[in-house]
């Protein structure tokens, strides 16, 4: 009940400000909202309930309460990034195995079989009042459960003060740097989701601590500053998203996903080359499995240049790698041999070194010794790969476009129809006339 009157007298707070987005919200993009793992306890009757911590709850008795029963504990992987879209996969029936792809957090078991949270759009904030009272852009909130790998929690907020599509949070002072807070958000389950609950009530609960990561970016050999598109958009330490780039020129990257966001960087005084590292907020996201027994497609830089997405691809004098980091939001220095270059983007790394030749193809600066690179780490998309030959059998399909004719043994098939059917008409007329 006191969450509730807070929540409520937060949208009255918001309410009689008059709040707008703003374009510099105490919560920056690039904050991760670090949350408690849920704490679940068990009762004289050997049921289980959540006590404290993070949460979420399905109101499966639709009495329009979520107590500690209906609730499933959760707890972070990577946690919730602002401004940024995490995927995850991997749910499927039973336990949880260890071979799940997780993002925000960790897989755990509903109704005995496995889930996972993910966002399809980047969670931006909506209005913020400086004083710790923030509106989150949740719309693009999922549900990965029991190998239905969309569910979307975006509509139907069912509880009151909440609005379709937006979480409530609450800081205990700003919302800055350390700052504890709780967010709230509520929805209900879609009607096709083809899931076993329908119609459902749902409510996310998170409890924690901010982080805001340090300046993304180090530099050995000159000084970095953000690009003109993060400038554009008040982006003091070069992060952007790609809803961002878009509007000030770019274009989308369809096939592929930025769970980290873009970096948009310019590096002066750099000589023949540069090595910059990147400090990401979300570890590098494991290789998608494209089609069935085929290996991993692997996760790659890929840099917006001349209008168009192209993926950085090491030779001589471009090279990239990652690397594990130091601590939280620490990585290794320039040029520190924890950075393999034979390995490339490892999964599960959070630091990221570049290796760019001035004035080579992706340096986008046109300006020597100045390096300027927009991009971001992309996970590719599934997509469907028709594997069917003309060997298989059966009928084969194929992506190309095929001229009749060459395609001699269709005519003859058509012909031999065309022959059936004229026989048949023949047959037809002389039982008639008999």
């Known amino acids: 009940m006191r969450t509730k009157q807070k929540l409520l007298s937060t949208m009255m707070l918001m309410a009689c400000s008059g709040l707008s987005s703003q374009a510099h919200a105490v919560l920056p993009p690039g904050a991760v909202l670090q949350f408690d793992a849920g704490v679940t306890t068990i009762d004289s009757s050997s049921n289980a309930f959540v006590k404290s911590g993070s949460y979420f709850g399905m109101d499966n008795d639709s009495n329009g309460k979520i ?49 996972l949270h993910w966002t399809q759009a980047p969670v931006n904030v909506i209005a913020d009042d400086g004083a710790g009272n923030v509106t989150i852009d949740l719309s693009g909130w999922v549900v990965a459960w029991n190998g239905v790998q969309t569910i ?104 592929f996903t930025y769970g980290d966001g873009l970096t948009d960087f310019t590096v002066s005084g750099t000589g023949a080359s540069s090595q910059i590292v990147l400090t990401l907020t979300a570890p590098i996201p494991a290789a998608p499995v494209l089609a069935e027994g ?46 393999n270059h034979s390995n490339g983007l490892v999964e599960g790394d959070e630091c990221l070194q570049l290796t760019i030749a001035d004035g080579g193809p992706y340096d986008d600066s046109g300006t020597a010794n100045t390096i300027a690179d927009p991009g971001g780490v992309a996970r590719p998309l599934k997509i469907f790969i028709d594997k069917r030959t003309s060997g298989s059998d059966g009928c084969s399909m194929s992506g190309n476009t095929i001229s009749s004719n060459q395609r001699a043994d269709w005519w003859l098939v058509a012909g031999f129809m065309g022959l059936l059917g004229l026989f048949r008409l023949k047959r037809n007329s002389h039982n008639n006339r008999a």
């Open 152 to 255: 979307p929690m975006d509509s139907k907020a069912w509880e009151a003060g909440f609005t379709d599509g937006e979480a409530l949070l609450v800081c205990g002072t700003d919302c800055s740097d350390g700052d504890t807070y709780t967010l709230d958000y509520s929805a209900t389950v879609p009607a096709d989701c083809a899931c076993g609950f329908e119609n459902v009530p749902y409510h996310l609960h998170l409890t924690g601590t901010i982080s805001i990561p340090p300046d993304p970016a180090t530099d050995a050999t000159g000084g970095f500053t953000p690009g003109a598109i993060a400038t554009a958009v008040s982006s003091a330490n070069g992060r952007i998203s790609m809803d961002e780039l878009i509007d000030n020129g770019g274009v989308a990257d369809p096939d």
């Open 294 to 339: 085929q290996p991993p497609t692997p996760v790659v830089y890929r840099k917006f240049s001349n209008g168009a997405w192209n993926t950085f691809t090491a030779d001589t004098n471009n090279l990239v790698a990652s690397a594990a980091a130091i601590s939280q939001f620490q990585c290794p220095p320039p040029g520190d041999t924890l950075y």
């Open 67 to 115: 107590p500690g029963l209906e609730r499933t504990a959760i707890s972070q992987n990577a946690g919730l990034a602002i401004g940024k879209t995490q995927a995850a996969s991997g749910s499927h029936s039973g336990p949880t195995t260890g071979a799940e792809s997780a993002g925000i957090d960790n897989p755990w078991s509903f109704f005995a079989n496995t889930g």
